[in-house]
Every structure is written in C-alpha cells, then in structure tokens.
C-alpha cells in the first residue's frame, strides 16, 4: 500500500531553518512527481515547490524561491524540503505528495495531479 509520511516540523524563530522529509514506502518516489504543499489556518491549501517525475525538473511559489529547496534521495526513497530564512508567513501544515503524472509550469500545483498525500507535519515559525 502507498503511503507517504513526513517528519522534520516544528517551532522555530523568523529567520531559521527547518529540513522536512517525506518517506515513501509502497511505491518507487523516482518514478513521481512530487509536491511539496502548506495549509496556514483559515487558508486554502497551496502548492509551494514540487520536483517533477523523470527529469527532476522543480518547480517554486514565487515567495519561497531562493530560500527553499526541494532534492530526493532515491537511495532512501526519501525526498526533502529544505526552508532557509522561515517567515512567520511560512506557519502552516506541510503536506508532501505523489503524483504519477508527469508536471509542467501550469499544473504542478494543482492538487488533483497528486494521488498519494501524507498526513502533514507543523511548522510554526515565531517572530
């Protein structure tokens, strides 16, 4: 059975650096494309970087470009978002997902690309 769990959030200070990790058992992540999405209460849930199938291709918000990043490790089936410079604007549930379909510029952030979801990690960023 597919199943993505992730780890790694928690509280930190504006200005600090959280790594999430999302594992993946049940399935091969570099045979997927894979997004990275936030839920901030009160908020829609928002695409914030996915890393595309075959290629490797990845894909940003506009507000977290330069200070996140997405990489795999296909070794531990594992992939990673790694967020430098946290905001408190970056507060929010941390959702990691699977997609076999293969993403491009206008629907990599879509949520109905993806077909496997983990259960979400918090991330609290204090100012």
């Known amino acids: 059975q597919a199943q993505l769990v992730e780890s790694g959030g928690g509280l930190v200070q504006a200005g600090g650096s959280l790594r999430l990790s999302c594992a993946a058992s049940?399935?091969?992540?570099?045979?997927?494309?894979i997004g990275w999405f936030r839920q901030a209460p009160r908020k829609e849930r928002e695409g914030v970087s996915s890393s595309r199938r075959s290629d490797g291709f990845t894909f940003y918000k506009d507000s977290v470009k330069g200070r996140f990043t997405i990489s795999r490790d296909n070794v531990k089936n594992t992939v990673y978002l790694q967020m430098n410079s946290l905001k408190s604007d970056d507060t929010a549930v941390y959702y990691c997902?699977?997609?076999?379909?293969?993403?491009?510029?206008?629907?990599?952030?879509?949520?109905?690309?993806?077909?496997?979801w983990g259960q979400g990690a918090q991330v609290t960023v204090s100012s």
């Open positions: 997902a699977a997609s076999p379909q293969y993403s491009r510029i206008d629907t990599w952030s879509r949520e109905g690309l993806y077909a496997y």
């Open positions: 049940g399935f091969t992540l570099d045979s997927y494309t």
